[in-house]
T-cell receptor, first 112, second 114 residues
Framework: AQSVTQLGSHVSVSEGALVLLRCNYSSSVPPYLFWYVQYPNQGLQLLLKYTTGATLVKGINGFEAEFKKSETSFHLTKPSAHMSDAAEYFCAVGRNAGKSTFGDGTTLTVKP | DAGVTQSPTHLIKTRGQHVTLRCSPISGHKSVSWYQQVLGQGPQFIFQYYEKEERGRGNFPDRFSARQFPNYSSELNVNALLLGDSALYLC?????????????FGQGTRLTVV
């Protein structure tokens, strides 16, 4: 069984500020972890993924995430927010990317 | 290359009716998955098909069914529609079915049941 908890359904930051979106997971097997972004009326776009190996994963658009097994966490960060980062972000867990368990999402608002 | 394409993009149905949603995967992808995304929630897994066989099913009633065709396209069927079936239905395609690290999502079909 696996599950994902995203802490904070809404996060608001100022342009240029640090973005931190939190994700905790539960998995009975070594997890594959994913972050997706969804813009209004669109599908999901993969930002980054962790499978094995290096625990700090870099993705597109300047995002990165760190897998911390001891904390069962996979938080998403970006050093400096841009207005175009405003969207909904989903964390997901699953050994099969086509059969993943998603969190309920975090809406990121970026203030000018 | 074309991405995952879904049709229609929007539709409105009446309670009790039947609906068919369609998905064309990325060329060369043999696995198709369906997800339901209710407003304000994350996507929930409905089905996965690989090589035309069902390889996984989420916690959805038997009113939901799907199939995959020889060209790897897929249909999702929902019978006896309920108001609660209103959602964005997402299709995702991937190369493999097992230990699989990348799925590509379509833009979804927005279903409204009235």
């Amino acid at each position: 069984a696996q599950s994902v908890t995203q802490l904070g359904s809404h996060v608001s930051v100022s342009e240029g500020a640090l973005v931190l979106l939190r994700c905790n997971y539960s998995s009975s097997v070594p997890p594959y972890l994913f972050w997706y972004v969804q813009y209004p009326n669109q599908g999901l776009q993969l930002l980054l993924k962790y499978t094995t190996g290096a625990t700090l994963v870099k993705g597109i658009n300047g995002f990165e995430a760190e897998f911390k097994k001891s904390e069962t966490s996979f938080h998403l960060t970006k050093p400096s927010a841009h207005m175009s980062d405003a969207a909904e972000y989903f964390c997901a867990v699953g050994r099969n990317a086509g059969k993943s368990t998603f969190g309920d999402g975090t809406t990121l608002t970026v203030k000018p | 290359d074309a991405g995952v394409t879904q049709s229609p993009t929007h539709l409105i149905k009446t309670r009790g009716q039947h609906v068919t949603l369609r998905c064309s995967p990325i060329s060369g992808h043999k696995s198709v998955s369906w997800y339901q995304q209710v407003l304000g929630q994350g996507p929930q897994f409905i089905f996965q098909y690989y090589e035309k066989e069902e390889r996984g099913r989420g916690n959805f009633p038997d009113r939901f069914s799907a199939r995959q065709f020889p060209n790897y396209s897929s249909e999702l069927n929902v019978n006896a529609l309920l108001l609660g079936d209103s959602a964005l239905y997402l299709c995702a395609s991937s190369l493999l079915q097992g230990l699989n690290t990348e799925a590509f999502f379509g833009q979804g079909t927005r279903l409204t049941v009235v």
